[in-house]
């Protein structure tokens, strides 16, 4: 059993790097992948825990197609120690940080008065495994819960947070062409992350691969935990008949941010199971590429 899609402390998960593999050993998982949003700062820890479970350093990539279309892209068996790669983290990093603060304005004009003081106070409670701290929307979807306007986080978001809710700001994001191009150099292979869940209709998704494989596109995720059940065989159809490489993962944030999903396993009512025969093709063109 293997997952190619997991996320740390690093960036918006509940788990230390160290923590994600102990869970991982503790459900005889044999390999796992770190892919943090937009950093790899949960890397150095993540590699150094002494364990027998395979672990593959990677990064998970914001990206925009055309100016407005959500695509990411994973990096598996990302150099961390990349500079092109770094600075275009950095950059990312400083437009999140721009949002962030429009977001609390637009809060601001909703008579919601939550400080980035506070938001940064509860970031910092959850620094990341670097000593970074990073905030995100879920920090202040915790300012706002603290604050009585929300339940839980889950409910900040789908009041105040997700797209099309009034406290929502679009954030700027890396070309995905670029993205790809940086992924590269930094020795990954790139790999479209959950295209059925940014990308709701076959046909857009279909159409958006033919530029995203001019790019250099190296496969696409076709096991997933939120795929309805048609879209795992459309999937695998799509990467057979583009000679596309294939992977896999529960996008694993902890226990509590998204419900139901184990590392490893996905939903228990409707588990995944991601073949080892992935992560071997995986390995292959990352030789070749060599």
């Known amino acids: 059993m293997i997952d190619l899609h997991c996320h740390s402390t690093a960036s918006d998960g509940e788990l230390t790097p160290t923590e994600l593999v102990r869970l991982a050993e503790k459900h005889s998982v044999s390999a796992v992948a770190l892919t943090d949003h937009d950093t790899t700062d949960g890397l150095e820890e993540f590699l150094s825990v002494d364990s ?21 892209v994973v990096g598996l068996y990302v150099d961390k120690g990349n500079a092109a790669l770094q600075e275009a ?4 990093r ?7 603060i429009a977001i609390l304005e637009k809060l601001k004009e909703l008579e919601i008065p939550v400080s980035f003081e506070e938001v940064l106070d509860i970031a910092s409670k959850e620094e990341d495994a670097s000593g970074e701290i990073v905030i995100g929307r879920p920090h202040i979807a915790k300012a706002l819960c603290q604050h009585g306007y929300c339940k839980d986080v889950r409910d900040a978001f789908e009041k ?18 670029e993205g790809i191009r940086v992924l590269h150099d930094a020795g990954a292979v790139v790999i479209w992350a959950h295209p059925f869940v940014t990308m709701s209709r076959r046909n857009k998704v279909t159409h958006a691969i033919k530029e995203l494989m001019f ?3 190296d496969g696409l995720e076709t096991i997933y935990p939120d795929y309805k059940p048609a879209d795992t065989p459309y999937a695998q159809a799509l990467a057979e008949n583009r000679m596309l490489l294939e992977s896999g993962g529960t996008d694993f944030h902890g226990p509590k941010t998204r419900k139901g999903i184990q590392i490893g396993f996905g939903y228990e009512q409707n588990p995944i199971c991601v073949p080892e025969a992935f992560l071997d ?3 292959d063109a990352r030789l070749k590429r060599a």
């Open 52 to 72: 027998t479970v395979e672990r593959i350093p990677g990064v998970e990539l914001s990206c925009s197609l055309a100016g407005s279309n959500d695509i990411h």
């Open 89 to 92: 983290l950095a950059q990312i």
């Open 94 to 100: 400083r437009w999140r940080d721009d949002r962030n």
């Open 160 to 177: 105040f947070l997700r797209n099309d809710r009034p406290a929502y700001v679009n954030r700027r994001k890396l070309d995905v062409r």
């Open 215 to 217: 790019a250099g596109l």
């Open 281 to 283: 093709a995986i390995k």
